[in-house]
Nanobody, 126 residues
Framework: DVQLVESGGGSVQAGGSLRLSCAFS????????MGWFRQTPGKEREGVAA???????RYVDSVKGRFTISVDSADNTLYLQMTSLRPEDTAMYYC????????????????????WGQGTQVTVSS
C-alpha cells in the first residue's frame, strides 16, 4: 500500500518560513507526479506545487517565488519549502502522489492524484 505522511506544519508569524516534509512508502518517484495541496474550511482543495518528470515544477501563482517543491528519491521524501509566509497561506497542507506521467496544468488538479496524506496544519499570524 502507498502511504504518505506529512510533517513540519506549525504556527509562524507573517514573513516566516516552514519546511513541510512528506515521507512516502510503497511508491517510487521516477518522474511520476507528486504535489502539495492546501485546503481551508468550506473551500475546495487548491493545488500549490507539483513536481513531475525530469524534476519539472509547477506552482500556483500566489506562491511563485516563495515556495519551492523538491523530492529526495533516495530518502523517499517530498518537501515544500515555504518562505515569506502570509496569513492567507494558513491552511491544512496535503501531499499527493500518482503513478501517472501527468505533466501540465493538470498536475495542480486534485483529481490527478490517487494517493493522499492525512495533512499537516500551517497557521500564519499577522
Amino acid at each position: 500500500d502507498v502511504q504518505l505522511v506529512e510533517s513540519g506544519g506549525g504556527s509562524v508569524q507573517a514573513g516566516g518560513s516552514l519546511r513541510l516534509s512528506c515521507a512516502f512508502s510503497g511508491y517510487t518517484y521516477s518522474g511520476h507526479c507528486m504535489g502539495w495541496f492546501r485546503q481551508t474550511p468550506g473551500k475546495e482543495r487548491e493545488g500549490v506545487a507539483a513536481i513531475t518528470r525530469g524534476g519539472h515544477t509547477r506552482y500556483v501563482d500566489s506562491v511563485k517565488g516563495r515556495f519551492t517543491i523538491s523530492v529526495d528519491s533516495a530518502d523517499n521524501t517530498l518537501y515544500l519549502q515555504m518562505t515569506s509566509l502570509r496569513p492567507e497561506d494558513t491552511a491544512m497542507y496535503y501531499c499527493a502522489a500518482d503513478r501517472s506521467w501527468a505533466d501540465g496544468l493538470g498536475v495542480l488538479e486534485a483529481s490527478t492524484y490517487k494517493y493522499w496524506g492525512q495533512g499537516t496544519q500551517v497557521t500564519v499570524s499577522s
